[in-house]
């Protein structure tokens, strides 16, 4: 299944502040997810490393890029808001860093089934934020809202 919508979508300025952080999509498929955060200046903390704000960011895009990824053959026909987020930072967040988030097929046709017969659906996102190493710095839990277009 072709996903390059989601490199556009993430990578270009249809998504500006993904755009200002330089997110960019390192893997795509139906049922997994990974975007990645540069080690760039602009995106650090005072003290040198990613901003709290820039890592939730990258898990909170990446949470929204798995059920438009997972429900890719929906693209265009539904808009997407997160309605809940926490995330539990357990490291430090230095270098570049990756995220995570899987959707399992099952999910991915109960959500379908959900959002097309009602024309909304919620569905629960789990994402995890790692160092370049695979050291995990991050977990991250959303609740993502979709919608039929009218």
């Known amino acids: 299944m072709d996903l390059s919508f989601l490199k556009t979508f993430i990578e270009s300025d249809m998504m500006p502040f993904a755009h200002t952080l330089g997110l960019q999509v390192a893997d795509a498929s139906p049922t997994k997810v990974s975007l990645a955060l540069p080690d760039k200046k602009s995106n650090h903390n005072h003290v040198g490393f990613a901003h709290a704000g820039a890592q939730y960011t990258l898990a909170e895009l990446t949470s929204g890029a798995m059920s438009f990824a997972a429900l890719a053959e929906l693209a265009g026909q539904f808009d997407l808001l997160m ?3 926490t995330i539990n ?3 430090r967040g230095d270098g570049d860093l990756y995220s995570v988030a899987e959707m399992s097929p ?4 109960q959500l379908r089934e959900e959002l097309t017969i009602t ?3 919620k569905t629960p996102q ?3 934020l790692f160092k370049a190493d695979g050291t995990k710095i991050a977990e991250a839990d959303f609740l993502v809202y979709l919608r039929l277009n009218q």
């Not at 099952?106 to 046709?109: C, K, P, S």
């Open 83 to 85: 309605l809940q987020g």
């Open 119 to 121: 024309g909304r659906a």
């Open 106 to 109: 099952e999910q991915a046709a």
């Open 89 to 91: 930072y357990l490291k």
């Open 126 to 128: 789990k994402v995890e």
